[in-house]
């Protein structure tokens, strides 16, 4: 009797094991799981950044993205028991670097183009110490591109293609990204729209293309520290920059206060790098659902 009776509490307490198991492997579930413990690491390095300076402060961002990073591991491993290939250190500084490249032709080239429109003249900031620049500049689009690709690219792009596909993952991330930006100074609903299509679209492609998140944090903090290094707002937040910007004409060929971000010209021209980065992504997808499950 007393063996049937034990025998019956284990089979209950292995069903209550496996409902709990079932629910941290919901993909809403591990998905905000995930968030809100990289949310709460980067909280606490901004109160700490917030009183450093100079090189300290930017330690501090590094050691900040390397837990966040680790949070990420953990939740995808325990939580959602999956691997992380997307971290995965192999070819991470190929990938970063090749994103930075990106990021950094995408924004000058954005910027060239206004500027020829007549929409951007530049000066020299004389007054500007170059490596407190370039420091205020890194250290945000550091901690910008590492928390956010986290989040969006990450666990949000992943959650959102295990429940309803690839398609869906990039219309969600790319949504939500572009609201996320609606509280920044100056933005506008076409600012949203616009980050919608040249940031959440652009970072996706990248992400469905080099299937890494190295290669998209590299494009995303180059991005916002080329912009920053040119004095131009990013994404509403002002720049101390090693120039000053006067802006001209209209703030559709501008952005205005919201900065380059919500001029039409970086979202005509991240549809140029989207639509191949999709491509690649979509073909490079169909090779490997051909190849033998061992190779995939």
């Known amino acids: 009797m007393k063996k049937?009776?034990?025998?019956?509490?284990?089979?209950?307490?292995?069903?209550?094991?496996?409902?709990?198991?079932?629910?941290?492997?919901?993909?809403?579930?591990?998905?905000?799981a995930g968030a809100v413990g990289i949310i709460l690491i980067d909280t606490v390095f901004r109160q700490l950044t917030a009183q450093a300076e100079g090189a300290v402060s930017l330690i501090f961002t590094l050691v900040m993205g390397f837990l966040a990073i680790l949070v990420y591991k953990l939740t995808l491993t325990f939580l959602a028991r999956r691997s992380t290939p997307e971290i995965s250190g192999q070819r991470a500084g190929t990938e970063a670097i090749l994103g930075v490249l990106t990021g950094t032709i995408f924004i000058t080239g954005s910027v060239l183009i206004i500027a020829a429109l007549g929409g951007y003249s530049f000066q020299w900031a004389s007054s500007a110490d170059p490596s407190t620049v370039l420091i205020s500049s890194v250290k945000p689009?550091?901690?910008?591109?590492?928390?956010?690709?986290?989040?969006?690219?990450?666990?949000?792009?992943?959650?959102?293609?295990?429940?309803?596909?690839?398609?869906?993952?990039?219309?969600?991330?790319?949504?939500?990204?572009?609201a996320s930006h609606l509280g920044n100074t100056g933005a506008t609903v076409w600012s949203a729209f616009a980050i919608v299509l040249e940031a959440g679209v652009l970072l996706g492609a990248a992400f469905?293309?080099?299937?890494?998140l190295w290669f998209t944090m590299g494009?995303?903090?180059?991005?916002?520290?080329?912009?920053?290094?040119?004095?131009?707002p990013v994404s509403g937040h002002a720049a101390a920059g090693l120039f000053t910007v006067k802006m001209n004409g209209d703030a559709l060929l501008t952005g205005g206060d919201f900065g380059l971000e919500g001029s039409i010209v970086p979202v005509a021209i991240?549809?140029?790098?989207?639509?191949?980065?999709?491509?690649?992504?979509?073909?490079k997808r169909r090779v490997d659902a051909g190849k033998p499950s061992a190779l995939k």
Not at 152 to 169: E, H, I, N, S, Y
Not at 270 to 283: D, E, H, N, Q, Y
């Open 4 to 32: 049937k009776v034990y025998g019956k509490e284990l089979r209950q307490r292995g069903r209550k094991l496996s409902a709990w198991s079932s629910f941290w492997r919901f993909p809403i579930v591990w998905m905000i």
């Open 219 to 232: 494009l995303h903090l180059a991005w916002n520290t080329m912009e920053g290094l040119l004095g131009i």
């Open 208 to 212: 469905l293309w080099r299937r890494n």
């Open 270 to 283: 991240s549809l140029l790098f989207s639509v191949p980065m999709l491509i690649a992504g979509a073909r």
């Open 141 to 178: 689009a550091l901690e910008g591109a590492v928390i956010e690709e986290l989040i969006f690219r990450g666990l949000m792009f992943q959650a959102m293609d295990t429940w309803g596909g690839k398609p869906l993952a990039l219309a969600v991330t790319s949504l939500f990204f572009g």
